[in-house]
């Protein structure tokens, strides 16, 4: 079965520092990968996702991931966080592009400080 | 344009009981998936609706059971709740069965429930 691992329960940064959280997947022939984000009393919101094409994918507010198949990760980063990038952030991946199954890691608190 | 909403916000329930949960999908959405978020946990899958059928469901217990309306809300019922069923109970819609490859999962709130 599918399975996420986000290795950080936990990331302190400072605001305008770089930032990387990391996601790993279980192998599978064919893989969608998710990052969502869920802000403090609020749904999850989708974050970005790759489904095929380029392997590298980029959201409206500065984040990027990286599909990395040769070492199953799928891992988030950006170069200066701001405050309001205070959030849990989850990873998460489907082996069935005809599914809303997904498969959710454990999450990572990012927590930007002044 | 409203997004998913859930209802209640909150409930607190007795060990044993049964609970209903409501769901209203985005406006032109007509799958609804429900998951469930342990604390401290990633949402896990529980099942989810289309044409008022359920069409795929996670490793969840009988006790869990859901419906779809013509209208495509949805409801999740709990029976005989466990404390273990204390969680935060998430709503998602997308347009189309299977469609996440195509329509993002849009998620409501939830509705955090409580079992004393």
């Known amino acids: 079965a599918q399975s996420v691992t986000q290795l950080d329960s936990q990331v302190p940064v400072f605001e305008e520092a770089p930032v990387e959280l990391r996601c790993n997947y279980s192998?599978?022939?064919?893989?969608?990968l998710f990052w969502y984000v869920q802000y403090p009393n609020q749904g999850l919101q989708l974050l970005l996702k790759?489904?095929?094409?380029?392997?590298l994918v980029e959201s409206i507010n500065g984040f990027e991931a990286e599909f990395n198949k040769s070492q199953t990760s799928f891992h988030l980063r950006k170069p200066s966080v701001h405050i309001s990038d205070t959030a849990e952030y989850f990873c998460a991946v489907s082996d069935d592009r005809n599914t809303d199954k997904l498969i959710f890691g454990t999450g990572t608190r990012l927590q930007v400080f002044p | 344009d409203a997004g998913v909403t859930q209802s209640p916000t909150h409930l607190i329930k007795t060990r044993g009981q049964q609970v209903t949960l409501r769901c209203s999908p985005k406006?032109?959405?007509?799958?609804v998936s429900w998951y469930q978020q342990a604390l401290g946990q990633g949402p896990q899958f529980i099942f989810q609706?289309?044409?008022?059928?359920?069409?795929q469901r996670g490793n969840f217990p009988d006790r869990f059971s859901g419906h779809q309306f013509p209208n495509y809300s949805s409801e999740l019922n709990v029976n005989a709740l466990l404390l273990g069923d204390s969680a935060l109970y998430l709503c998602a819609s997308s347009l189309g069965h299977g469609s996440s490859y195509n329509s993002p999962l849009h998620f409501g709130n939830g509705t955090r429930l409580t079992v004393t």
């Open positions: 790759y489904l095929s094409g380029s392997t």
């Open positions: 609706y289309y044409e008022e059928e359920e069409r």
């Open positions: 406006s032109g959405h007509d799958t």
């Open positions: 192998s599978s022939v064919s893989v969608y």
